[in-house]
T-cell receptor, first 112, second 116 residues
Framework: SQQGEEDPQALSIQEGENATMNCSYK?????LQWYRQNSGRGLVHLIL?????REKHSGRLRVTLDTSKKSSSLLITASRAADTASYFC????????????FGQGTRLTINP | EAQVTQNPRYLITVTGKKLTVTCSQN?????MSWYRQDPGLGLRQIYY???????DKGDVPEGYKVSRKEKRNFPLILESPSPNQTSLYFC???????????????FGPGTRLTVL
């Protein structure tokens, strides 16, 4: 079954606003990663947060992780039209084969 | 430039005609993986490889084969394609670090396959 589930499935905001996307997962993880995908293209890694971290920043991105709730959020501040893309969370489990399990993604649209 | 390349980028074929999608990475990564992406289903892993001659099934391996004869290449083979294999396919690679290393995956540009 799908490990990560993003919420919302789609989000449309005005340029300059902040965008928040959430991810929930089911099993214990080693780390959680966020990826971005422009339409029809390959995924690009954005940021990784390990299970012993609670918050991480990278430029306009802020990721939080709450392992007790098995959830993560990705915040994009001061959004730009170029941020329009799909965003996926992916989890790597502690046990078992090394693999990333992806959620279904959040489609973000930034309106100029 | 560090990259993962896939060929072809687009392919239209007919049911039953064997095809191979190539994947190559120039980062000396041990780990390589194939995914398919379908609307509403996200990315699902087909097969992965942790090193040369070491491959294993992912979540949706039926109808696919892979091989890893060289570290840089990880071709995906469809022996007898069917219309339900119409999808967008991605190859990815990463280092095979220790637990906690992160192991960010680098993705190829994708191959859009249509099976008629």
């Amino acid at each position: 079954s799908q490990q990560g589930e993003e919420d919302p499935q789609a989000l449309s905001i005005q340029e300059g606003e902040n965008a928040t996307m959430n991810c929930s997962y089911k099993t214990s993880i080693n780390n959680l990663q966020w990826y971005r995908q422009n339409s029809g293209r390959g995924l690009v890694h954005l940021i990784l947060i390990r299970s012993n971290e609670r918050e991480k920043h990278s430029g306009r991105l802020r990721v939080t992780l709450d392992t007790s709730k098995k959830s993560s959020s990705l915040l994009i501040t001061a959004s730009r039209a170029a941020d329009t893309a799909s965003y996926f969370c992916a989890t790597m489990r502690i046990q078992g084969a090394q693999k990333l399990v992806f959620g279904q993604g959040t489609r973000l649209t930034i309106n100029p | 430039e560090a990259q993962v390349t896939q060929n072809p980028r687009y392919l239209i074929t007919v049911t039953g005609k064997k095809l191979t999608v190539t994947c190559s990475q120039n980062m000396n990564h041990e780990y390589m993986s194939w995914y398919r992406q379908d609307p509403g289903l996200g990315l699902r892993q087909i097969y992965y490889s942790m090193n040369v001659e070491v491959t294993d099934k992912g979540d949706v391996p039926e109808g696919y084969k892979v091989s890893r004869k060289e570290k840089r290449n990880f071709p995906l083979i469809l022996e007898s394609p069917s219309p339900n294999q119409t999808s967008l396919y991605f190859c990815a690679s990463s280092i095979l670090g220790s637990i906690g290393a992160g192991n960010t995956q680098y993705f190829g540009p994708g191959t859009r396959l249509t099976v008629l």
